[in-house]
């Protein structure tokens, strides 16, 4: 199964620890949305979608890098991210869009977070250390499953 991993991790590099584990995982290509020639999804059976969380969604870039997909039949989907809270709703507006593209939505996966956004930044940030080694071998364990989709 050959896999691609498009993720965007900007401030403290959370998203990129569990991509890179994800990606060691599947095997995969890791790209940032910015580098990503979209003509080459069709190379790919599986196609993963991840970022830090901007106001209770994913990054702008991967909407963009979204809007101007194609339609896609017969592609398989995850979506991951990191945050303050770690709430796996957060991929909920990202499954919807990539849905409307085609994709066929196989899992998700989220995980807190280092965060010093806003006012957190003003006590030093909150999940000082996340993700850490447990968040990154459930971040394994999650890829590993998507090979038996």
């Not at 940032?32 to 069709?42: G, M, R, V, Y």
């Not at 990054?59 to 989907?77: G, P």
């Not at 968040?135 to 989709?149: C, P």
Request: net charge positive.
């Amino acid at each position: 199964m050959k896999t691609l991993i498009v993720y965007n991790s900007v401030h403290h590099g959370n998203t990129e620890k569990v991509a890179e584990v994800m990606a060691d995982a599947l095997e995969a290509k890791l790209v940032k949305p910015q580098e990503l020639d979209i003509n080459t999804f069709a190379e790919y059976d599986l196609v993963g979608f991840g970022s830090g969380i901007y106001m209770g969604k994913h990054h702008e870039s991967l909407f963009k890098l979204v809007d101007t997909l194609s339609m896609l039949k017969n592609k398989n989907a995850f979506i991951f991210n990191t945050s303050g809270k770690g709430k796996i709703d957060y991929n909920n507006t990202l499954k919807e869009k990539l849905q409307e593209k085609g994709f066929n939505f196989i899992g998700d996966f989220s995980c807190k977070g280092f965060d010093t956004w806003g006012p957190f930044k003003l006590v030093g940030g909150i999940n000082k250390g996340r993700p850490n080694e447990r968040d990154l071998k459930k971040a394994e364990n999650f890829a590993s499953r998507l090979k038996d989709k």
